[in-house]
Every structure is written in structure tokens, then in C-alpha cells.
């Protein structure tokens, strides 16, 4: 008799899939979604357009309290995904990371201003687009390649030539979470002379088992680099492990690596709310 083991996994990827869709797309009732974002961060108008991919993607800024007052004054620049979910609860889906009050707080705490760039998600689109390498787990054909690109020669440049940047490697950084986590390890790895820091928190790497893992070893990180992986203990069984199989890859790689093992926390903004400034506090050397 044929194994079921094919049609089990089909299964739980038809699933994963739709439940990824409604992750990507649904919303909580308006009633409990009020617009909280900050003076200080800005939707662009104009979609930039994603060359390779055939669609427009938003993005929104935000800037150190003291960016108007400041004009002289350069700043280094995170690169954040899924950007919905950062800066506002009425576009998020359950409720946003804080990244905006969080970066204030930093600034009055420790003095450190940057400039942090959210990239939406492309709602349907996400898991391809997120997912850099094809692997046997992989929803549709993954376009993180392509994404990465936008990123890089796209985003990143309009954002130089628009904000007051510290454009080099040394002051720029790539975080994310799920499938943002895992496109953050590859772009690090893909791209250190534009990046030097990651966050790469909860991330996806049983989507590609072991495409992820041989690319890290492939491509070695300059001796500088800060890789800053985090992961929730209650994320799923094998979630601890395969984290800790990227530490082990990494360990003879960056000089500066950490894993933050949090046992109780679970796979959603709640837990990765807090766990950012903790992220950047490491990643740029910040007085604790």
C-alpha cells in the first residue's frame, strides 16, 4: 500500500498556505484598529515599482524626533519587511511592533537616532516573495531573489537620495520576523557590502531545509558583521533546534552572533515587540 506521507504533506501545505493568506490579508474589526503611528513616520505617496516582479510596493519611514531640527545630520538606516505591521495598529493585523515608540524611547535613553524603512507585504504575494530559495516546503515559486533586489537597488537608493542616510555597510541593517527572518538571513549573506546587521527573528527556515543552511555556509560573513537570531520557545517543536543549527552554521562566520531563546514566547508581534529593542540595542552596540 503507497505511503500517505505525500498526501499528508500536501495537506498541511494547502493549509499552511491558506493560513497564510489570511495572515497576510485579514484584519481584526476596524472598532479595535485606531491609528496609532507617530508624527514622526510617513507613508510615501508613490508606490516604488518592483522591477522583475510587475507590481508596486509602499513604504513607510520613520525619523529620529529631531530629523526637521537636525539638518545637517546624518543617520544609519534599518530596513524592516512586512512593514503594515510595524508602525500602526489600523494597518496591522494583530496589533504592531511598536517600532516607532520604541525608537523614541531609545533615543531619550540612549541617544541613538535612526532612520527605519518598512516595506509592505505584498498581501497574497508574501510567501513568495519572502522565500529566497526553492525547497521541497516552498508555497509557490519563491521571488526573494527578486525581492532582495528591489531592496537593494531600488529602495535603498531612493531612500539615500531622499533622507539624510549614513548609506555605507557599516551603518545598515536588515530585521524581520517568520518569512521576513529568513529573507533577512539570506539578504546578509546575499549582500554584506550593503548590510552588516541582521535581526533575523522567528525565522521560517523549515520552509528551506536545507537550501538556507547551505547558502549560509556557501557564502561566509565578513569578520564585522552582527547577527542578532531570536526565537520563541512555544514556536513549534522544531523551531529551538533549527535556530540553533543556523547558530552552529554562523558560529565560525561573524565575530559578533547571539541567539535570544525565549521560552514562553510565541510566533506573533506580542513576542516580537519587546524582543526588538533588545535587537537593536545589541546590533548597534547601544549602552544597555
Not at 507617530?38 to 509602499?58: F, K
Not at 511598536?98 to 505584498?122: K, N, P, Q, S
Request: proline share 10%.
Amino acid at each position: 500500500m503507497p505511503s500517505s506521507t505525500p498526501f499528508v504533506l500536501t495537506l498541511t501545505l494547502a493549509l499552511a498556505t491558506a493560513l497564510a493568506a489570511c495572515t497576510a490579508t485579514a484584519n481584526p474589526p476596524a472598532a479595535a484598529r485606531k491609528p496609532s503611528a507617530l508624527p514622526n513616520v510617513s507613508v510615501l505617496p508613490q508606490p516604488l515599482a518592483m522591477p522583475g516582479l510587475d507590481r508596486e510596493r509602499t513604504l513607510r519611514v520613520y525619523v529620529p524626533p529631531g530629523y526637521a531640527a537636525s539638518p545637517q545630520k546624518r543617520y544609519p538606516v534599518l530596513y524592516m519587511h512586512d512593514g503594515q505591521n510595524l508602525f500602526d495598529d489600523a494597518t496591522s493585523y494583530v496589533g504592531e511592533w511598536g517600532i516607532d515608540e520604541t525608537m523614541d524611547e531609545l533615543t531619550r535613553t540612549t541617544g541613538f537616532e535612526a532612520i527605519v524603512v518598512g516595506i509592505d507585504h505584498g498581501n497574497e504575494r508574501r510567501m513568495a516573495e519572502l522565500d529566497p530559495w526553492p525547497s521541497p516546503g516552498h508555497f509557490a515559486a519563491p521571488e526573494g531573489e527578486a525581492y532582495m533586489a528591489f531592496v537593494v537597488d531600488t529602495v535603498k537608493p531612493w531612500i539615500d537620495a531622499h533622507y539624510r542616510t549614513r548609506p555605507g555597510r557599516e551603518d545598515t541593517a536588515i530585521l524581520g520576523s517568520s518569512m521576513g527572518g529568513l529573507i533577512s538571513d539570506y539578504a546578509i549573506h546575499r549582500y554584506p557590502q550593503v548590510f552588516s546587521k541582521a535581526g533575523v527573528f522567528s525565522p521560517s527556515y523549515w520552509i528551506a531545509n536545507p537550501a538556507a543552511y547551505n547558502y549560509a555556509r556557501a557564502h561566509p560573513l565578513p569578520a564585522d558583521a552582527r547577527v542578532y537570531l531570536y526565537i520563541g520557545g512555544r514556536e513549534g517543536d522544531e523551531s529551538i533546534a533549527d535556530a540553533t543549527r543556523m547558530q552552529a552554521v554562523l558560529g565560525s562566520s561573524p565575530q559578533a552572533l547571539t541567539l535570544h531563546v525565549v521560552p514562553e514566547a510565541e510566533h506573533n508581534e506580542k513576542a516580537w515587540r519587546p524582543e526588538f529593542a533588545r535587537a537593536v540595542r545589541w546590533l548597534f552596540q547601544l549602552p544597555n
